[in-house]
């Protein structure tokens, strides 16, 4: 069993950045990718970035790419999100999620179904 809790969400402005971080807790973390989501109020949750293991490569949203980087530290059983030029739509709960499997194909990878396990969320603010 495994367990993620997120941290590093707040209230920020504009053009601001912010990283944010998902450790993991229970069950052994190296195995399969990791990911982040995230929902917006009245907004179905959607997929933001993955990562099949720690210097691989990686799968963004077009709404955030050149903007955010996914990255991993798995000694220390961690996912990162760096977000930079924020904009106020994204504002949003940010998820941590981790799959049983690692995922080298974009669509299977952007998948909230192929994640078995999810974090508690960050919540993150961008005034304009």
């Known amino acids: 069993q495994v367990q993620l809790a997120e941290s590093g969400g707040g209230l920020v402005q504009a053009g601001d950045s912010l990283r944010l971080s998902c450790t993991a807790s229970?069950?052994?973390?190296?195995?399969?990718?990791m990911a982040w989501f995230r929902q917006a109020p009245g907004k179905e949750r959607e997929f933001v970035a993955s990562?099949?293991?720690?210097?691989?490569?990686?799968y963004v949203a077009d709404s955030v790419k050149g903007r955010f980087t996914i990255s991993r530290d798995d000694a220390k059983n961690t996912v990162f999100l760096q977000m930079n030029s924020l904009k106020p739509e994204d504002t949003a709960v940010y998820y941590c999620?981790?799959?049983?499997?690692?995922?080298?194909?974009?669509?299977?990878?952007?998948?909230?179904?192929?994640?078995?396990?999810w974090g508690q969320g960050t919540q993150v603010t961008v005034s304009s």
């Open positions: 990562i099949p293991r720690a210097g691989d490569t990686t």
């Open positions: 229970g069950r052994t973390f190296s195995g399969g990718s």
């Open positions: 999620a981790k799959a049983g499997t690692i995922y080298y194909n974009s669509e299977f990878a952007s998948q909230d179904q192929s994640y078995a396990y």
